[in-house]
C-alpha cells in the first residue's frame, strides 16, 4: 500500500508485526517467563542498554531448556 506525505511524495507502508513470528509459537505464560527471564539477565549485566535482543534470546533459550528438564 503506498500513501502520501506532505510533499505529496509516494511513501511505502511497512507490514510489521508486533512480535517476532517465532515468539507466535509460545503461550502468553511461557513468552511471560522468557519476559521476566530477560529483565533478570538486564538486571544481573548492571541495567546495560542496547542487548535487549541477546538477553531475549538467552531468557528464551534459559527457559526452553527449563521446560525440556520439567517436563512442560
Known amino acids: 500500500m503506498k500513501t502520501r506525505n506532505s ?3 509516494p511513501v511505502e507502508e511497512r507490514n510489521l508485526s508486533p512480535e ?3 515468539m507466535q509459537k509460545y503461550s502468553d505464560e511461557v513468552r511471560g517467563r522468557i519476559a ?3 529483565y533478570e539477565l538486564y538486571e544481573q549485566r548492571g541495567r546495560q542498554r542496547e542487548r535487549d535482543v541477546e538477553d531475549w534470546l538467552k531468557a ?3 527457559v526452553r531448556k527449563e521446560m525440556n528438564t520439567t517436563g512442560e
Do not use: M, V
Open 7 to 9: 510533499d505529496t511524495q
Open 20 to 22: 517476532p513470528e517465532s
Open 36 to 38: 521476566k527471564k530477560a
Open 60 to 62: 528464551e533459550e534459559l
